[in-house]
């Protein structure tokens, strides 16, 4: 493991409480870090967090996190990190919050995968007000509001259009997104996604429009 670049795991079980044990082989900074779909353990994300290796990540790319612990290694990787993916993470609106203030300094993001998570408007528009200074971000997709379904979970394509050409606009105020794409929960009947790209892109399912 002596010039390791990559470190990346899908649904490795196993790992939860050995991070430790794997992290301490580093011996150069890991460029990426791709950790999907494995339980971790506390001390397994306040290992990572405190990892000297994992501050020149350029990208990272988790499905599960804790959140102080991503916090802080977002805080240690702003300079480097071009590329961040937390989709389908189960974020929640507050702990997004927690996480702006790093985000808003990662000032060679180019890639922003956040799309999958379950956040409302009010928090998905702070979100994009906190990108305001990261002008080398070229590919951002982001979850539709929680505003754009009914009670019963169905996605409300009027609302949705509306809400996401709102905060298409609130971008537009004071960068030019080059691919902004919001995407809502998979539809129940074909498991595809709507799309927001300045329009809104239904399933081809005939009660969808
Ligand atoms: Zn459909």
Known sequence: MDCLRKFCVDAVLLLKGHLEQV??????????????????SDSDWNHLSRCPNTRQLTH???TDFSPEPL?????????????????????TDSQLQALLPALSRCSQLRVLSFHGNRIFMSALRDLLLHTARLSQLSIELYPA??????????????????LCAELTAIVRDFRQPKVLVFCTVPCP??????????GLLHCSCPTAA
């Open 145 to 162: 509001p929680l505003e754009s379904y009914d009670a019963q979970g169905a996605i409300h394509p009027g609302r949705c259009s509306q």
């Open 60 to 62: 990272l790319e988790l």
């Open 71 to 91: 916090k802080i290694l977002l805080e240690s990787t702003v300079a480097s990190l071009k590329s961040l993916d937390l989709e389908d993470c189960r974020i």
């Open 189 to 198: 009947q074909c498991g595809s996604m709507f799309l927001y790209n300045q």
């Open 23 to 40: 992290l301490r082989h580093l011996k150069t900074p890991l460029k990426t870090l791709s950790i999907t779909k494995c339980p971790l």
